[in-house]
Every structure is written in structure tokens, then in C-alpha cells.
């Protein structure tokens, strides 16, 4: 496996990280937009503060735009009021209809759900899709999978969804590298990416 130039660096207290890599991209998941809510209106606010901040290029989704299919009308919203600032991309993920490709790659991630394993090398794999948490508060979860693969899951962006606990639902995890039983190492990260625990 290549040796690969770290340019990851989670965001302080956002649940989204920003990679400077071939791009500077701000990556963030699972935002789960119902047309009948009012979290695509917080959301953008957020996402407007973070695009204002650290400039990036590219706002990248790593699944589950839409919340069971449901959200066309808040997703349209939500791109017309960030597309003035920034490129939007996304993958798609398990609640999405198949509108956005399955995964997306730059100099030395590959961006993916989660739900699904592509077999991309070589790359550092980005996801979403398991809503980690630890104690009630979003974490970010990171490791090495016994291929070698070196991976991040990102907590949900939206703050009015729950995730799985997981320390007490450890065996029931979403996501293949779980489901499969890929993880070589995984590091429970806190919002502010300090390590509070391992998997």
C-alpha cells in the first residue's frame, strides 16, 4: 500500500472534516432532509458558516441526502442556496434514490456511504451511514481494516437524528466494515477529534 500524505482534519465540534487534498474539500454525511422539517434551514446555516470559514471547493455528501427517499423539495433548497458558493457532490447512499454515483475518489480518499464495499485500494475511505455514537454525543470513528485500508466514518451532520451507541451495540453496527467483520483497529473519536475509546 502507498504512503499517504495526511491532509484530514476534522472540524472542531461540526461532526464535518476538511481535506486539502487535490482540493480542499469539506465532507460531511448523513443529513437525512424530510420536506416536511425545518433542519434543512439549520443546516445550511451551518454549512454556510463552514464555507465561509475555510473556503473549500467542494461540499461533499457521503450519503443519505434524502431521509427514505423523502426530501426532494429541502434538497433542492439546500443546492440552490450552497451552489452560489461552492460545488456540491454527492455519493449515494442507502436512503438516496440512485442519482449520485456509488463513490467518488481524489488524490488519496475514496468518499463512500458505507452500506457497500467497492473494493477501492489504496485510497483512505470516507464514510457515513453507521450514525456513530458514544454516551448520547455524536463521535467520529477511525481504524485500519485487516486488508490494510485505512478508514473514517463521520457522525451525522444533522443534529436531530440519533445513531447507534457504539460501545452497547457494538455487535449490530451498520456498515460493511461491521457487518463483515473487516475492523483490524478502531479509534472512538470525540467531536473535537481527541480519542476517548477504542472499539
Known amino acids: 500500500m502507498k504512503v499517504m500524505k495526511q491532509t484530514m482534519k476534522i472540524i472542531p465540534e461540526t461532526g464535518a472534516i476538511l481535506i486539502e487534498d487535490d482540493k480542499k474539500i469539506l465532507v460531511v454525511s448523513d443529513l437525512h432532509l424530510d420536506d416536511d422539517n425545518d433542519d434543512v434551514k439549520v443546516i445550511i446555516k451551518e454549512l454556510k458558516k463552514l464555507i465561509s470559514k475555510y473556503s473549500p471547493k467542494i461540499l461533499l455528501v457521503t450519503g443519505d441526502m434524502f431521509n427514505f427517499g423523502n426530501g426532494a423539495g429541502s434538497i433542492d433548497f439546500l443546492e440552490k442556496e450552497l451552489s452560489k458558493l461552492v ?3 454527492v ?3 442507502n436512503h438516496d434514490l440512485v442519482i ?12 463512500c456511504h458505507g452500506d457497500q464495499d467497492f473494493g ?3 485510497k ?4 457515513g451511514h453507521t450514525h456513530p455514537f458514544l454516551n448520547n454525543k ?6 485500519e481494516l485487516k486488508d490494510g ?3 473514517m466514518i463521520l457522525p451525522t451532520f444533522n443534529t436531530n ?9 457494538k455487535n449490530s453496527l451498520f456498515g460493511f466494515v461491521f457487518e463483515n467483520k473487516l475492523i483490524k483497529n478502531c479509534d472512538i473519536l470525540n467531536l473535537a477529534g481527541e480519542k476517548i475509546g477504542e472499539l
Open 87 to 89: 460545488k456540491i457532490q
Open 91 to 93: 455519493v449515494v447512499g
Open 100 to 111: 449520485y454515483p456509488f463513490f467518488l475518489v481524489s488524490d488519496n480518499y475514496c468518499f
Open 120 to 122: 477501492i485500494e489504496d
Open 124 to 127: 483512505f475511505l470516507i464514510m
Open 138 to 143: 455524536r463521535v467520529f470513528l477511525q481504524g
Open 149 to 151: 485500508r485505512k478508514f
Open 161 to 169: 437524528l440519533g445513531g447507534q451507541d457504539v460501545k452497547k451495540e
